[in-house]
């Protein structure tokens, strides 16, 4: 069973239990185990790699053709909300997404920079750690490279591989995956600039910082 298909199903079952023994809210319950994407959720969690082509180009097409669908929809009703002057932007309490690190400790520093990072651009969704009852788990490892599984919705789990992490800049890959987390597609061919455009920047890329148009893409997701 590839490393892949074990932090999933391990992942789900610790996240399951914690939201059991849990009293406090979490944004969202962990996708089910699915290496291969089958069962009740396999119609909303999907996976997204750091590099294109380091995941078969059917997963990675799938969630990022998701996540723009949900990010265009989300566009639409707020210049339209903005446009009828049914919702002012920005007026509610910010969501709270709980995440969980305990189980890639050598990324532990570079998670919590990452969140501070997105916190700091962000206003309508905070990433606050909790480990052990969390909706975002971090995990790693050796596999295929880094990548995200989930629904894009403050949920799910992000795998850092170690190999490529010794390669290519750890903290932007960190922030690029926690992107997809918060809502965020792949953009591969777009500049360093672009957090999002993640390893198709290449290896000389160590920018973490969201931009001012992906922050405001978030902002809009969690409005």
Request: charged share 15%; hydrophobic share 40%; aromatic share 6%.
């Amino acid at each position: 069973m590839s490393t892949l298909r074990r932090t999933v199903a391990a992942a789900a079952v610790a996240l399951a239990g914690a939201a059991a023994l849990s009293s406090a809210p979490v944004v969202s319950t962990a996708p089910a185990p699915a290496g291969t994407h089958a069962g009740s959720t396999a119609a909303t969690a999907t996976t997204s790699g750091y590099l294109p082509g380091a995941l078969p180009a059917s997963l990675d097409k799938k969630q990022n053709a998701e996540l723009q669908a949900r990010l265009d929809a989300a566009m639409a009703k707020a210049a339209a909300d903005a446009k009828s002057g049914a919702k002012k932007p920005g007026t509610q309490l910010a969501s709270v997404v709980y995440y969980d690190d305990s189980n890639a400790p050598t990324y532990d520093a570079l998670i919590d920079q990452s969140a501070a990072i997105w916190n700091a651009r962000v206003a309508n969704v905070k990433l606050v750690e909790r480990d052990g009852a969390a909706s975002l788990t971090y995990y790693e490892g050796n596999d295929q490279g880094s990548y995200y599984y989930g629904r894009g919705q403050g949920d799910g789990e992000i795998f850092i591989d170690h190999a490529q992490a010794d390669v290519y800049a750890p903290l932007r890959i960190v922030a690029h995956e926690t992107g997809h987390a918060l809502g965020l597609p792949d953009r591969y061919t777009q500049p360093c600039s672009k957090l999002m455009s993640g390893g198709g920047a290449g290896t000389s890329c160590t920018n973490p910082n969201p931009d001012s148009v992906e922050a405001a893409e978030v902002n809009t997701l969690w409005n």
